[in-house]
């Protein structure tokens, strides 16, 4: 009798801690229950238009292109939309192929091209803002096979409790080298060929006539 005393007190003992767990969170017992927090963070990833400071979401190959050796400015910007504070936000940014990391947060690894930084706390609704400055490689470093093409930036945040990412597309086109042109002979080049070689007759004739 004893043993099923025992367990039916500890039976009891978990659904009474079960409940009071449900209760504090879930908030299904009307006006005694609080609702559960929500973890969730936006983040936006643009990049600015060549020469200005227009930031969009994405360039297309009908928009404007970068050119080689030109500056490339990247905007991150991050939200805190749950409902509680989040702590220790880091952010891993992955640069596109052929662009270099010139001035911004953090620490830049070349081998991977990833920027690392710590955005810090992010209070309920807190939005913060962050700047990347990069760079085209030159015209020698960039692919000989391609004329225009377009490459992605990758850019990740996470705390404990959220995560986010997005991207932002732009598009590079190598300058044309000009080619050394060539002067074409035309009919003029030709009379004037014509008028040295019947000089060179008419010489020849002299000559041969004197002698």
Do not use: H, W
């Amino acid at each position: 009798m004893k043993k099923y005393l025992t367990l039916a007190t500890v039976i009891f003992s978990l659904m009474y801690f079960v409940t009071s767990v449900s209760a504090d969170c879930v908030g299904q017992y009307g006006q005694y229950g609080t609702p559960c927090n929500s973890y969730t963070i936006i983040v936006d990833k643009m990049v600015a238009k060549p020469g200005t400071n227009d930031y969009v979401d994405n360039l297309s190959v009908t928009d404007p292109r970068f050119k080689p050796s030109q500056e490339v400015m990247f905007k991150i910007k991050i939200k805190n939309t749950s409902t509680t504070k989040l702590v220790g936000m880091e952010v891993k940014d992955t640069l596109p192929a052929y662009v270099d990391a010139v001035e911004g947060p953090g620490t830049y690894n070349s081998a991977n091209r990833e920027i690392t930084f710590n955005a810090g706390d992010f209070e309920v609704d807190e939005e913060k803002t962050f700047y990347l400055k990069t760079k085209v490689f030159t015209q020698a470093s960039l692919p000989a096979d391609k004329g225009l093409f377009c490459v992605t930036n990758f850019v990740k945040a996470s705390s404990s409790n959220a995560y986010d990412d997005d991207t932002a597309q732009l598009c590079i086109e190598k300058q044309v080298t000009a080619a050394v042109k060539v002067p074409s002979a035309g009919p003029e080049m030709g009379l004037a060929l014509m008028a040295i070689q019947l000089a060179g007759v008419g010489v020849g004739l002299y000559l041969k006539k004197r002698a």
